[in-house]
Structure formats: C-alpha cells, structure tokens
C-alpha cells in the first residue's frame, strides 16, 4: 500500500471521525431496568438492560422502617411484590395518605429490610405483560447498594462505564416520617466513588425542595421532573403556587437551572402533544426542548413503551394493545426534536432507535 493510499484513508478515518462527534448520541435509560421484559427493580432487569446497551439504568427508591433505600415503584408494596400472600404480614395492611391520595395497602416504611427481603418480586402490569409473570417470584426486592454493586461489576462485562439514575419518590412523605432520603443516598453513592459533576449519575424528583438540598451536598448532576399536571408536593405542602406548567415555561426552565442539570418531562404534554384523533406527528412541537437548552438543561423525557397500549395511533401495530409497535418511530420525531436522552421499558428496541438515528446523522 503506498504511502498516498495511507494518507487519503487516515484523512477519511479522519473526516468520519468528526463527523460522529459531531453527532450528539442521546443516553438510553433504562427505566426500571428492562421492565418491558421482566419484572421492574429486580437486579436480573438491571442486568438484562445493560446487556441490552442501556447507558443508564434507573431504580425508583423508597425508604424502608430502618432507613434503607430500596428499589420500587412506590412504596406501596402490594402492587409489585407478594406482600398481599404473605399471612405473617396480614394485619400490616393499612390506608394512609401520600402525597395527598389516599391508597391502601403495605407500605415500604412499616417494614423492615430484613422483612423486605422476605418479599418476592411480581410484575406490576400483567394485562398488559403477561409474559413477565413467568418471573413472578424469583427475584429478590433490592437495595441501593445492591444495584450499584451489580452495575459496577457489570461494567468489567460489557467494558464501558454504566451509569445509575435514581429517583427519589415521595421525599416529602418520608421526611414526614423522620426517613429522609437525601441523606443516606448521598452516602451510598459517596461510598461508592459516585461524586463530582462528571460522576455517571443522575438524581431526579418531582419535588423542588429535596433536589435543592442535594445541590447543596454534592455536584453531581439532578434533573427536575415535571409531571402532566399539578404541583409538586412539596409545593402542596409549603401552600405555593408553582405548578408544572409554570416550571415548564423559558423563565420557569431558567429557575430550574439554577438547582439542576436537566429536566424529565412527561414526553407528550410537554414536547410534543398527540392529536385529537390520538396520532402523533412533528406538527405539534412545542419550544420545550430549544427553552430547555437554552437554559442550559439537558432533557430526557418519560417514558417509551413499545406495546401498542401506549403508542400514538399512527405508530401501532394492529388491534392488539399488548402486541409490539413502533416505538423506534415514535422514538425518531422525539430525537429530531433534540432530545438528549430517553427513559425506556424496553432497552433493546431503544438502543437500536438511537443507533439508528445517530446513524442516519452520518450519511
């Protein structure tokens, strides 16, 4: 090969090397872990979702009675675990108030982790996922710790960094209760060599006032999320007025910026509505994303789901509401929206809509 054959091929290496970078690739989170395929905050869906190539995997954390951060949904217990089989826990069940809806049940805070790891995981949707009932009751409730352990000795599997999302869920009803989350979170990642601004993690809430104090302890990026309607519940609480619409506005994103990194938002309400017929297209874009930016927040919205149950009309695939779409559809009017990131059930199909879109950039 001649030495101008070498240097016409390292200028092409070189060109498509710029070219890529170019190109922002957004992260692929997985949400929950790879709750599309088996059932949500169980380490094996963590470990499923990198293998899947998730960027990040994200675990819902609730507090339990002795002040250990495990993953769930919610901190009611009977909608993802067997607590409701378990006689020896009968007469726990109860009515209580959180973020002021009344749900009855077992609640994560009346137990124990010793008492939690008694407990056996089940899928929280089986109308909808049915397959995933086949797991029911294999898998163990984890902790915080756990899942951080499992993600770095996965990251030696797939020889690339993972990062971990966590959100804290009802912060204001757990400090209520004398189980303040940012504490113990802030230690468990701090153990873990989780700090700085450019740490691998992302923390992220609903409320205003627990992700300001977090600003206050460490640099590690937080991300606001904004929900369909209403306000935050620490916001109910302290008798304000900011709502999520408010805080969605170019003023109200600049306040943001001012505790966080980047915002979640509820994808359809905020960036791009679907229409009265229930399709989805790029003509109902809002200026979220560009005031976002603007403000300097990163934005990665929830959540893609490729069942038919949750996709836009135009984006289905026949009649069945259990059968699989075209979430990477959907996905590529969100991405070309200018996303910098998505929350997904199913991290696979994920991933390979990224990839696609990313290579779509470098033809």
């Not at 009932?133 to 770095?152: A, G, K, N």
């Not at 797939?158 to 504490?183: C, W």
């Not at 904004?226 to 408010?246: A, K, R």
Request: hydrophobic share 40%; with cysteine.
């Amino acid at each position: 090969m001649s030495c101008h054959t070498v240097s016409i091929l390292l200028s092409i290496a070189s060109l498509a090397t710029i070219a890529f970078c170019q190109v922002e690739y957004p992260l692929v989170i997985a949400h929950r872990g790879a709750s599309g395929y088996i059932p949500e905050h169980t380490l094996a869906a963590y470990a499923i979702a990198i293998l899947q190539g998730s960027d990040y995997v994200e675990p819902d954390l609730v507090m339990t009675k002795d002040g250990h951060l495990i993953a769930r949904h919610d901190n009611v217990l009977d909608l993802t675990t067997d607590i409701a089989e378990r006689a020896e826990f009968a007469d726990r069940k109860t009515t209580k108030s959180v973020d002021g809806k009344e749900s009855e049940g077992w609640f994560s805070e009346d137990f124990t982790l010793e008492e939690i790891k008694t407990l056996r995981a089940i899928e929280r949707i089986p109308e909808t996922r049915p397959a995933n009932t086949r797991f029911d009751r294999m898998f163990e409730v984890p902790t915080l710790e756990e899942i951080v352990s499992l993600v770095q000795a996965m990251e030696s599997v797939v020889n690339r960094t993972i990062g971990v999302y966590p959100e804290t869920k009802h912060p204001s009803h757990f400090a209520s209760l004398d189980l303040q989350m940012e504490e113990p979170l802030f230690a468990v990642l701090t153990e873990n060599g989780y700090s700085g601004p450019d740490a691998p993690v992302f923390i992220q809430s609903f409320e205003v006032a627990n992700l300001q104090k977090l600003a206050g302890m460490t640099e590690i990026p937080l991300v606001q999320l904004l929900d369909s309607s209403g306000q935050p519940f620490d916001q109910v609480l302290s008798n304000g007025t900011l709502t999520y619409d408010e805080m969605a506005t170019a003023d109200g994103l600049k306040a943001i910026a001012e505790y966080a990194s980047g915002v979640g938002p509820e994808k359809y309400h905020f960036i791009m509505p679907r229409a009265d017929d229930d399709t989805l297209s790029a003509d109902t874009k809002t200026t979220f994303v560009d005031d976002a930016h603007a403000a300097g927040l990163v934005v990665h919205p929830f959540t893609f789901r490729a069942e038919n149950e949750f996709l836009p009309l135009n984006f289905r695939n026949g009649t069945d509401e259990t059968a699989i779409g075209d979430m990477i559809g959907e996905m590529e009017l969100f991405l070309e929206a200018g996303i910098d990131g998505v929350f997904v059930d199913h991290p696979d199909i994920g991933k390979q809509g990224v990839e696609d879109f990313v290579n779509s950039r470098l033809l």
